[in-house]
């Protein structure tokens, strides 16, 4: 298994090749690939990645990966709950992958959402929705206070990225068994944000120097 360094190079390349748009020199092996793990060969994803469901945003896509690459968990907004925890602990407990990416990204309607509902509280709201509000709430309120709240733009801009960092430590500080596959196998968790505009993934979270 590469190690959480290694798997983030794969992905910087990846996702290199994929804003370049070149196609990728593996691409012949991946129908192979499919049936070996079809075949019961069992997988060993590289990297997990918790990201939004915004459909603009496809993590195999974005990094240019294929099948069994990937561990992928997809919620609106890239919020940690619980089963996204469990889901983390799972892929890097079992097959033993050293990278985890939270992968936030511009113009996140999750995060226009929660703002909206600070502004102004929509009554009724489905309490399923509101829990995924809840769950943003943390990072945006604190931005109110700040001059950003006069600049919508720059202020949801902003309140992505403290939404990716507060996702990235929640998985970092918010589960036994994460912290101790940090601290004992060298798991490595970023954060990264993806721009719609240019397809460029920038990890600014987390990223070890050397890395
Ligand atoms: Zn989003």
């Known amino acids: 298994m590469l190690s959480g360094a290694e798997a983030l190079t794969r992905l910087r390349e990846g996702n290199r090749r994929f804003v370049a748009g070149v196609d990728d020199p593996n691409a012949a092996l991946r129908q192979t690939h499919r049936l070996a793990l079809g075949r019961g060969r069992g997988q060993e994803p590289f990297a997990i990645v918790l990201g939004c469901s915004d459909s603009r945003v496809p993590a195999e896509l974005v990094f240019g990966q294929g099948f069994g690459d990937l561990f992928v968990i997809r919620v609106a907004g890239n919020i940690v709950a619980p089963s996204q925890v469990g889901s983390v602990e799972f892929a890097a407990g079992r097959f033993g992958?050293?990278?985890?990416?939270?992968?936030?990204?511009?113009?996140?309607?999750?995060?226009?959402?929660?703002?909206?509902?600070?502004?102004?509280?929509?009554?009724h709201q489905s309490p399923n929705l509101r829990s995924i509000v809840d769950r943003?709430?943390?990072?945006?309120?604190?931005?109110?206070?700040?001059?950003?709240a006069q600049d919508a733009e720059a202020f949801v801009a902003h309140a992505?990225?403290?939404?990716?960092?507060?996702?990235?430590?929640?998985?970092?500080?918010?589960?036994?068994?994460?912290?101790?596959?940090?601290?004992?196998?060298?798991?490595?968790?970023?954060?990264?944000?993806?721009?719609?505009?240019?397809?460029?993934?920038?990890?600014?979270?987390?990223?070890?120097?050397?890395?």
């Open 97 to 123: 992958t050293r990278l985890a990416v939270v992968l936030g990204h511009t113009q996140c309607g999750a995060i226009a959402a929660t703002l909206e509902e600070l502004r102004q509280r929509t009554p």
């Open 136 to 148: 943003i709430r943390p990072s945006v309120e604190p931005l109110l206070a700040t001059p950003l």
């Open 160 to 211: 992505v990225r403290a939404n990716i960092r507060a996702a990235a430590d929640h998985l970092r500080h918010g589960s036994a068994v994460l912290e101790c596959l940090v601290a004992d196998d060298g798991l490595l968790i970023v954060g990264a944000e993806y721009c719609l505009e240019t397809g460029v993934v920038d990890f600014f979270d987390g990223v070890p120097e050397d890395a």
